[in-house]
């Protein structure tokens, strides 16, 4: 099993471009999450989908930030403009229904830099 | 706000020693699961843990749950220089949620 895949690993970026990162996660998972993490605010959920469908988008910071999944195995986290402050270490994470649905599976994560 | 509080933030030993870090919550839980960092990786799933348990053993850990006091520790025995990462617990809900709550993680330095 190849694992959560994330692409870029790393992204430098001008303020203002747009961003898109990527994620391909564990087959046959059903759950897909999007995390970020910083030094100052630690690990912070954005959205999470199950079967395609976006459940929970409350920790999306603003407007600026959505994401998407078209089918189950690829999901776009996109960030129009980008600003400084979304620098950061983003994160992709799968897991599956059944007794182990809480378990989740992180990619190797996109660092981000916004100059 | 973060659900689960680790304690202490960070923590250095001897390798051979046990390293013991505590997670404190504030609602009910369905479970509780620990994780390791290493440095520019993503989180690993180290165990878990379930509300109705109060210990479970995986190799050289050993995780205890106390739902009274809503607090949860995680001991690694026998350390080595290679558990030296950050650990992590998260705190999943009831129901048909399956979003978990991290904490903002111990920094574990293990000196050779």
């Known amino acids: 099993d190849a694992g959560v895949i994330q692409s870029p690993r790393h992204e430098v970026t001008e303020m203002g471009q747009e961003v898109t990162l990527r994620c391909k996660p564990i087959?046959?998972?059903?759950?897909l999450f999007w995390y970020r993490q910083t030094m100052m605010r630690g690990l912070e959920l954005l959205i999470y989908?199950?079967?395609?469908?976006?459940?929970?988008d409350s920790g999306m910071p603003e407007d600026r930030f959505s994401a998407k999944m078209p089918n189950a195995s690829f999901s776009t986290l996109k960030i129009q403009p980008s600003e400084p402050r979304d620098s950061a270490v983003y994160f992709c994470?799968?897991?599956?229904?059944?007794?182990?649905?809480?378990?989740?599976?992180f990619g190797a994560g996109t660092r981000l830099s916004v100059l | 706000s973060q659900q689960g509080e680790e304690d202490p933030q960070a923590l250095s030993i001897q390798e051979g020693e046990n390293a013991t870090m505590n997670c404190s919550y504030k609602?009910?839980?369905?479970?509780l699961q620990w994780y390791r960092q290493n440095s520019g990786r993503g989180l690993v799933h180290l165990i878990l843990?379930?509300?109705?348990?109060r210990e479970k053993h995986s190799g050289r850990l050993r995780v205890t749950l106390d739902t009274s006091k809503k607090s949860s520790s995680l001991l690694i025995t026998a350390s080595r220089a290679a558990d030296t990462a950050s650990y992590f617990c998260?705190?999943?809900?009831?129901?048909?949620?399956?979003?978990?709550?991290f904490g903002k993680g111990i920094t574990l330095s293990v000196r050779p």
């Open positions: 989908f199950n079967n395609n469908v976006p459940i929970d």
């Open positions: 994470a799968s897991g599956r229904q059944g007794l182990a649905k809480n378990i989740q599976y």
């Open positions: 087959s046959g998972h059903d759950y």
């Open positions: 609602t009910s839980i369905n479970n």
């Open positions: 998260a705190t999943g809900g009831s129901g048909a949620n399956s979003k978990l709550t």
């Open positions: 843990i379930r509300s109705n348990e």
